[in-house]
């Protein structure tokens, strides 16, 4: 389903020589519902006057099927007003549409999504709350456009912290299968610790990473105890943020311990990989250091991991595009993996690979968000104190829109009195729009109205304008999907809610009569689908009552 936008563009480009036509929403109602400006572009280069260019147009384009006759005004802007039924026909096509106008990929690929990856044993931080949130909407969005999306939780489950975990568990006496999360988390701090203060124990715990990494029963045991506890406690925020990640969707460091041996003896049989200070290395031409890619004691490094990830999710998972959503410090290291599994032959030029970089969440004082004493906050603590402020799903709606309507790469502070406001640009407004159409439409109900009509009257230019925004719904999701830049998704949603705002005042709904009322709660139903469809994509609930 095409966009009213996207046909007119491609009906002006017809006539411009392929020129864009830049449509501009007017600036008043009276100029009809976009400008152009492409006339006075044009002139530029053919040396001829912008209205006599604007006047060609008109004449040369086929549009009367979409709009009311064309209009040439000032030096040669043409302004576009859609007609009336054109305007219905799209809105009453979206209801009727399973995908609510969203245009499904012919050719969708197989998108491997990497995100969340907390660490086992430990709670998840602040750190993890963007990676979580924006992967997530990620995988809705790329979902909702016909994209086959397999989720990969990375989780840190592999290396030498765990022998240090193990030999803290077997001194204490531990029984690890009775910890929770915040107890493993304990347990993770003394065992660090006594490895810093206790060179024996330090010597025990290295020797307890060989005993893990050989398949020695008991460590073997305890290790995975510690991954069974901490899973529950991953699943359980999962669950509390409505995040869609699953056991399934697991793919921690230890799934790839086989494939490391095979990354470092293939480099080396192409001659990328070479030593350097004991180290085996792969230099990158556009890179000042080499990739690590086997230390010099024999062990394996994220770089290894990481590579071994792709060929994985490249042979064995049929991967056609891989998103990796992580901290925007991150850059560097995912731009040499990529260039390396490139120069490899693992990555083929077929294969999309994106690292979507993340910005920090900041304090009230404008700096990294940290508990008094330095550490980390807690991603449970950081959504208690939303909730101690807002009911659980708006404190939740209000932290994901702060999260994703800025520029993913930006820095945002955390302001939960402000985020929770049911006024200006965030989440609990859009869900507030949205109970007030499910309100229209209970209340409608009751009278004993029909509450599937379409839309058929569009005389005021608040109706007007609220079904030409539904109308770019679909390619506004499509433009996410492919860019990755979920911030255009909100921005939408909150404009649409802005123009049922004043349409909700300007125009009585269930006051009106006849085909009016008809069409007005048309209007509102399709506010309300296309308004949960926008935050479900986001992870929002859509409340029907506030």
């Known amino acids: 389903m095409s966009s009213l936008v996207a046909t007119l563009s491609e009906r002006f480009a017809a006539v411009t020589g392929g020129v864009d036509p830049e449509l501009r929403p007017a600036t008043k109602p009276r100029f009809g519902h976009f400008q152009c400006n492409v006339a006075m572009r044009l002139a530029k280069d053919e040396g001829a006057k912008p209205r006599d260019i604007a006047q060609r147009i008109v004449d040369e384009i086929r549009i009367d099927d979409l709009c009311e006759p064309l209009e040439i005004a000032g030096p040669g802007f043409i302004n576009i007003r859609l007609k009336n039924s054109v305007l219905a ?21 197989r998108t491997i999504i990497d995100y969340s990856s907390p660490n086992v044993a430990k709670q998840m931080h602040v750190g993890h709350l963007r990676s979580t949130i924006i992967g997530d909407c990620f995988s809705r969005v790329l979902g909702a456009t016909g994209s086959e999306v397999i989720r990969q939780n990375h989780i840190g489950d592999w290396g030498t912290q765990f022998g240090q975990l193990v030999e803290q568990i077997l001194e204490e006496g531990i ?12 347990l993770y701090k003394r065992a660090a610790a006594h490895f810093k203060s206790d060179e024996e124990f330090a010597d025990r715990a290295r020797r307890r990473v060989v005993a893990l990494q050989s398949g020695d029963e008991q460590t073997r045991t305890i290790w995975r105890q510690l991954i069974d506890v901490s899973l529950a406690g991953f699943n359980a925020t999962y669950r509390r943020m409505n995040i869609l990640l699953t056991d399934d969707d697991l793919a921690g460091e230890s799934t ?14 192409m001659g990328l990989a070479v030593e350097d200070a004991g180290a085996l290395v792969v230099w990158v031409e556009g890179f000042e250091a080499p990739m690590i890619v086997q230390k010099r004691d024999g062990g394996f490094g994220y770089d290894a ?41 693992w990555l083929p030029e077929t294969v999309t690979a994106e690292h979507i970089g993340f910005g920090m969440v900041l304090g009230s004082d ?20 939303a909730e101690e402020i807002a009911a659980p799903p708006i404190a939740l709606a209000a ?14 502070v955390f302001d939960a009195e402000r985020m929770v406001q049911t006024t200006g640009d965030t989440g609990p407004y859009l869900q507030y729009a949205h109970a007030r159409t499910c309100a229209v439409m209970r209340e409608a109900e009751a009278k004993g109205l029909a509450l599937d009509t379409e839309v058929s009257v569009l005389d005021e230019p608040t109706e007007q304008a609220l079904a030409l925004a539904l109308s770019g719904f679909g390619e506004v999701v499509a433009e996410v999907a492919s860019t990755l830049q979920p911030h255009k998704l909100c921005t939408y949603l909150y404009e649409l809610a802005q123009h049922y705002s004043a349409f909700y005042q300007q125009c009585p709904i269930l006051k009106s009569e006849g085909a009016v009322r008809d069409s007005r709660l048309g209007l509102c139903r399709a506010v309300r689908t296309v308004l949960a469809a926008g935050l479900g994509m986001l992870g929002i609930e859509a409340l029907e009552r506030m």
């Open 175 to 186: 029984d690890a299968s009775t910890l929770d999360l915040a107890g493993a988390e304990a």
């Open 256 to 269: 790839y311990n086989e494939g490391l041996v095979r990354v470092v003896e293939d480099l080396t049989a």
């Open 305 to 345: 991991t990481d590579l071994a990830a792709i060929r994985h999710r490249v042979d064995e998972l049929g991967a056609e595009r891989i998103v990796y959503v992580t901290d925007a410090r991150q850059a560097q290291h995912f731009a040499m993996v990529f260039a390396v599994a490139r120069k490899a032959g």
């Open 366 to 385: 404008g700096k990294p968000f940290k508990t008094r004493d330095g550490s980390a906050v807690t991603l449970s603590s950081l959504l208690d104190a």
């Open 89 to 109: 026909a799209e809105a009453n096509a979206l209801m009727a549409d399973p995908h609510r106008g969203v245009p499904q990929d012919p050719h969708p690929r």
């Open 399 to 412: 932290i994901k829109y702060a999260d994703l309507s800025n520029g993913l790469n930006k820095d945002y």
